[in-house]
């Protein structure tokens, strides 16, 4: 494909596909992070019971699930747990199919599809229909993740490996940029409606605006980037083609020591690593004293912005210290202090701590990210002509340490009805982490 078009004619192509960011990372930060947790945790609740675990009474909102109890974070955690063991099973499914069918802007296009309209059908999340209205939740999630493998696979047809990194980060750097100017406007929005009913009313639209955005955006990768010739139909053997591969990196992974024991280490540290960003909005909303409801609006969407910007120099400063100290000892300093967090997270209750435990989480969040990723990559072998199976198997094994880790997240939520407890508890499996991340020989550069 790079041959047979000018030069020109590939940068209007590489634009197009890293705009595909631009449009689809609206998802994450909106509907994952910032304003769904707020309109889920203030108003999808059924009733509210004083609830009393080692000395500690807090007020815990309760929803009714196909006629039983939950904690409505508890049910959250678990809902997010169940989607993602589902794309644990589909996206090898979907790596064989965007390998060998020649059909990926076809899937890339139903999964947004998928996405960016279950996310204009949460302006209809209700509380009396959480059944109906969790199917919502889920499945914006899995477009957006099942997108993803399609869009991936894009990038070594349109860029040489020379160009891959900086067009990488490019998509990266308009994903950050566009979803955090649609955010700005949407607090805007939000906070400029006169009471809260026109505030709650005002947080739905945010949930069409953000799915109609993915939607129209999307339609610039679908038009500009080109397809390669279809190779096949989708058949038996190309859905087969993913696990098959997957079992190959596995066996090969259990030959080498350093891999095998940093693929450990990663899959338990990345379990709580995952666990807190996804439930820090839900943290901030029922453990911190806010003055009011629309100042605990504000004051957390503001904290989720405050973690974006902060992500991008943490990453850049943890790769420093990695190039004097190495990969493993870098690892290790910002696991102690996710540890660290996570206990001094318990003790917290006044908005401008849960500020200053915000900016430190978006400090060591973009290093942890970017140096779990790099280090995993010096990992491989260097003779190995196939490092998008290996990064599958990396995929794969942070979705299933996601789902373990929002799994005992809820459950802890569900027996003690405090968050605190629950996060608190992380630093055990940030602890376990290190001592088996101190395991892995030394990492060559």
Request: charged letters at 15%; one cysteine or more.
């Amino acid at each position: 494909m790079l041959e047979e078009i000018s030069k020109k004619e590939k940068k209007k192509i590489q634009n197009a596909w890293a705009f595909y960011d631009w449009a689809n990372s609206v998802y994450p930060l909106v509907i994952t992070t910032a304003v769904f947790p707020i309109f889920y945790n203030n108003g999808i609740y059924h009733f509210i019971e004083k609830v009393s675990y080692n000395g500690i009474t807090n007020d815990v909102k309760y929803v009714m699930f196909f006629g039983h109890k939950f904690v409505n974070t508890a049910l959250i955690s678990w809902v997010v747990g169940a989607y993602f063991l589902f794309l644990v099973l589909l996206l090898p499914i979907l790596s064989g199919i965007a390998d060998y069918s020649g059909r990926k802007k076809e899937f890339l296009r139903i999964f947004a599809y998928i996405g960016s309209i279950s996310c204009m059908l949460l302006y209809f999340f209700d509380k009396n229909h959480l059944e109906w209205s969790m199917l919502a939740f889920a499945f914006a999630g899995i477009g957006f993740w099942g997108s993803l493998v399609f869009y991936n696979a894009f990038l070594p047809e349109i860029a040489s490996k020379e160009e891959q990194d900086k067009l990488s980060a490019k998509g990266f750097a308009l994903g950050y940029f566009g979803s955090s100017l649609l955010l700005v406007a949407c607090l805007a929005y939000i906070m400029t409606r006169p009471n809260d009913t026109a505030k709650g009313e005002a947080i739905r639209w945010t949930f069409v605006i953000t799915g109609l955005w993915w939607f129209a955006l999307s339609h610039i990768t679908f038009t500009i980037v080109p397809e390669k010739t279809r190779k096949s139909v989708v058949n038996r053997a190309i859905v087969q083609k993913g696990f098959n591969e997957l079992k190959k990196v596995w066996k090969e992974i259990k030959n080498r020591t350093a891999l095998i024991r940093y693929v450990r280490a990663f899959f338990v540290y990345s379990m709580a690593v995952q666990t807190i960003m996804m439930m820090a909005v839900y943290f901030g909303i029922n453990e911190i004293s806010w003055s009011s409801e629309s100042a605990g609006t504000t004051g957390l969407i503001v904290s989720v912005l405050l973690i974006q910007i902060i992500a991008i120099p943490g990453a850049i400063g943890l790769t420093k210290i990695a190039s004097k100290i190495g990969n493993r000892k870098a690892l290790i300093v910002v696991l102690v202090l996710w540890a660290i967090l996570s206990i001094l997270a318990y003790f917290i209750t006044t908005p401008y701590q849960f500020y200053g435990i915000a900016g430190f989480v978006g400090l060591v969040m973009g290093g942890t990210q970017s140096l779990s990723r790099s280090t995993f990559s010096k990992l491989l072998p260097k003779d190995t002509p196939d490092t998008s199976s290996y990064f599958s198997f990396y995929d794969i094994t942070e979705k299933i340490g996601i789902v373990i880790g929002m799994l005992l997240y809820g459950t802890a939520m569900q027996i003690t009805g405090s968050m605190r407890i629950a996060i608190a508890g992380l630093a055990i499996i940030f602890i376990i982490g290190i001592v088996l991340l101190a395991r892995v020989p030394k990492i060559e550069d």
